[in-house]
């Protein structure tokens, strides 16, 4: 039988802030973009067919939208979801600071 090797459990780092939470991260993209392209809450939540309250909870991180919910609001934006969703992941990426990945 051939050699065991044991390796030490991988140790994650103790973060310097906490992560944040993917609803946050989501919000502060969809206002961003929001913001950018110069339209309003009001605007942006009737095309998208949800609240202009929901909408803003939304964007302040305070509400965790369905994915048609995202879908809706992201169209509304001319985002794709896929191209929110990868925004998303390289935001909280930018404020977790490095990622080790295990293969």
Same mark, same amino acid.
């Given at each position: 039988?051939? =050699?065991? @090797?044991?390796?030490?459990?991988?140790?994650?780092?103790?973060?310097?802030?906490?992560?944040?939470?993917?609803?946050?991260? @989501?919000?502060?993209?969809? /206002?961003?973009? $929001?913001?950018?392209?110069? $339209?309003?809450?009001? =605007?942006?939540?009737?095309?998208?067919?949800?609240?202009?309250?929901?909408?803003?909870?939304? &964007?302040?991180?305070?509400? &965790?939208? !369905?994915?048609?919910?995202?879908?809706? @609001? #992201?169209?509304?934006?001319?985002?794709?979801?896929? =191209?929110?969703?990868? /925004? @998303?992941? /390289?935001?909280?990426?930018?404020? !977790?600071?490095?990622?080790?990945? #295990? #293969?």
């Amino acid at each position: 039988m051939g =050699d065991v @090797v044991a390796f030490p459990a991988p140790q994650a780092p103790e973060p310097s802030r906490p992560e944040p939470l993917w609803r946050e991260a @989501v919000g502060h993209e969809l /206002r961003s973009e $929001r913001q950018q392209a110069g $339209r309003t809450l009001t =605007d942006v939540a009737e095309q998208s067919g949800v609240s202009m309250q929901y909408l803003s909870e939304v &964007e302040r991180g305070l509400k &965790e939208p !369905s994915s048609e919910i995202l879908g809706a @609001v #992201a169209g509304a934006l001319g985002l794709r979801l896929v =191209d929110l969703t990868a /925004r @998303v992941t /390289r935001s909280i990426g930018r404020m !977790s600071g490095p990622v080790c990945l #295990a #293969a």
